[in-house]
């Protein structure tokens, strides 16, 4: 296979380049490197930022702020890293400020906790970029590390955004708040959203690891992207592990696994243009490492001093132990939380495996939209006899959310007001408060017997549940009465006797600081997770191969740093098979040397 490096997109690039892709696929790594090869080569370039986890400063060796700077060792590279938590704060300031003193103090709280969402920091985000879509001055091309969601994208172009019916109409918000509070920005944002789908302006980046989580978000996130006509899309898959002959077990593992997922790729991936990078051997920081990403590298050394866990045994722990300590007390909830892709419903399959082969009751359930559990437990081994698997619907239970929303709120709703409404409610904040009633009602079976939920409500919407019952008579969109064990959901989860929360992540960067994102996420509603799972790590499996030694020596800093956040950390290995079925769930979660002696079974 070629291994070009984004020489595609390097030969013919647009003026606005835009790299999107899930956390920890190296969206950051590739689109600062870009941004310095355009400047190499004579450009004026401007590289900006809007993750909320970014490391753009790390990268590029330069403090950013929000305004450009020049990037040290690079002329012509200017670099802004827009705060979109700061964004939105100036947003919900603008929005929620002519109400102060007019509305009751809790409704105005009701309404800046609505403006804490994901919707609001991505639309603030997006509104502190368009002016450089719009009007980009004398900047030969900008890069833009993460792009706006579908969704934001459809909100922005409705017609119905602009109209201001909303300051007197009674459906109030919508997920970004009252949208006339854009409405100055008008001609601003349809310059911005010309200009994104205008193939000879614009590219938008996908980027993408080997791994088949990471393929199936960018795979969605494409579809998502071209319905709102933004055809002009650019694959490139990240981190090819190079397969070169060893001895090593876990690198033949992993080129056999990649070799795998590329070799299925989703047909409408195959159709665009696609570019290849090779996995380095250490995380390309500074304008040397990121100048040396795209460009060949030699074979890395072996390490002269081998690998080592960097944190003290205190703050190690098995998962083992969680399982022990739920057996003996056979009630209870575990909820795995952390971002897409990071393993967390191989996480929470694993432990209800292992808790049911116990013989007690345990339900296993979902909010995946994309149904992952059925995926992990459908292999090799029997399920234990005790064990119940069920699936929260998403889909499901937002149509009959939406359907009931639409005939109450909606029902005199007409024309652009009505399609605002329709918009709103394709929100991911939309999903998780229509999917509360079903995962409250499995939440309140934990009280006898033990349940394990794979993906959490985030803080914010469950801030959003908390206010409800003075919340719920202001904002008539949420119009439906709140069953008792919704009520009780919040109380449930703050009790840490009754709910063990597991934070998932990965040893890397961008998942680490997400991780933490949402760990803070959580202590505002008062959750505290209990510990911290660090998955897929190499430095857990102990290799040999020279690159993959390399890459496990810089875990040791982002495992210190969710020790730091989290207390205590359970190390688990990449696995060399992928964990799927119940006897290799299971094996997943025993102590080390029962875990080592399934190891050579398997």
Not at 283 to 303: D, E, N, Q, S
Not at 577 to 597: K, N
Request: with cysteine; proline share 6%; charged share 20%.
């Amino acid at each position: 296979m070629p291994h070009s490096a984004l020489q595609s997109i390097l030969d013919r690039p647009t003026r606005n380049l835009f790299f999107t892709g899930k956390g920890g696929v190296g969206k950051t790594s590739l689109s600062c490197a870009v941004a310095v090869l355009l400047a190499d080569r004579g450009g004026k370039v401007l590289l900006v930022s809007t993750d909320p986890a970014s490391n753009l400063s790390e990268v590029l060796d330069t403090e950013l702020v929000s305004s450009p700077r020049p990037v040290a060792g690079v002329k012509r590279l200017f670099a802004v890293d827009i705060d979109p938590m700061d964004a939105a704060e100036a947003y919900r300031q603008r929005v929620v400020g002519p109400y102060r003193g007019v509305l009751p103090d809790e409704v105005v709280a009701g309404i800046e906790e609505q403006l804490s969402g994901s919707c609001t920091v991505e639309i603030a985000a997006f509104d502190q970029f368009t002016g450089l879509l719009a009007d980009p001055g004398d900047y030969d091309h900008i890069v833009f590390d993460t792009a706006p969601t579908g969704h934001t994208l459809r909100m922005l172009a409705l017609p119905g955004a602009w109209t201001g019916y909303l300051d007197t109409n009674s459906i109030g918000a919508t997920c970004v708040g009252p949208l006339s509070g854009l409405t100055q920005q008008r001609a601003v944002y349809r310059e911005a959203l010309a200009a994104l789908s205008d193939r000879e302006r614009t590219t938008l980046v996908l980027v993408t690891r080997p791994d088949a989580g990471a393929v199936a978000e960018a795979a969605r996130a494409s579809g998502e992207l071209a319905t709102t006509g933004l055809r002009n899309q650019h694959l490139v898959i990240n981190g090819i592990f190079p397969g070169v002959p060893t001895e090593d077990s876990v690198a033949a593992a992993l080129a056999r696994r990649q070799r795998e997922v590329l070799a299925s790729l989703p047909a409408h991936l195959l159709d665009l243009p696609t570019d290849f990078v090779r996995l380095t051997d250490a995380p390309p920081l500074g304008v040397h490492g990121l100048r040396a990403l795209l460009r060949p590298r030699a074979t890395a050394k072996a390490l002269e001093s081998p690998v080592r866990v960097p944190l003290a045994t205190q703050q190690l722990f098995e998962l083992s132990e969680v399982v022990e300590r739920v057996a003996r007390r056979r009630t209870g909830l575990i909820m795995t939380v952390g971002k897409g892709g990071v393993g967390k419903t191989t996480m929470a399959a694993a432990i209800a495996v292992a808790v049911a082969r116990k013989g007690i009751p345990v339900t296993l359930s979902t909010t995946d939209p994309a149904a992952h559990l059925s995926l992990a437990l459908n292999g090799d081994g029997d399920l234990p006899a005790t064990l119940v698997v069920e699936r929260i619907d998403p889909a499901s239970a937002t149509a009959d959310y939406t359907r009931e929303v639409l005939a109450t709120a909606g029902a005199d709703l007409e024309g652009s007001a009505r399609d605002v409404l329709v918009e709103d409610l394709r929100s991911p904040c939309t999903e998780e408060i229509a999917v509360f009633r079903t995962f409250a009602a499995t939440v309140a079976k934990a009280t006898d017997q033990v349940v394990v939920l794979d993906t959490a409500p985030s803080g914010h919407t469950l801030l959003l549940l908390d206010t409800a019952r003075s919340f719920q008579r202001e904002v008539n969109r949420q119009s439906a009465e709140v069953p008792p064990e919704v009520g009780a959901l919040l109380d449930r989860l703050t009790d840490a006797d009754f709910t063990t929360i597991l934070m998932v992540t990965l040893a890397e960067p961008t998942p680490v600081h997400e991780a933490s994102a949402l760990h803070e996420d959580l202590l505002r509603a008062g959750i505290r997770p209990s510990a911290w799972v660090v998955n897929q790590s190499l430095l857990a499996t102990g290799t040999s191969d020279p690159l993959l030694a390399q890459l496990a020596r810089h875990e040791e800093r982002w495992i210190e740093e969710a020790a730091q956040r989290g207390g205590r950390v359970a190390l688990v290995a990449w696995q060399p098979v992928a964990p799927v079925g119940p006897r290799a769930l299971e094996a997943m979660v025993l102590p080390g040397p029962d875990r080592e002696l399934a190891a050579l079974a398997s």
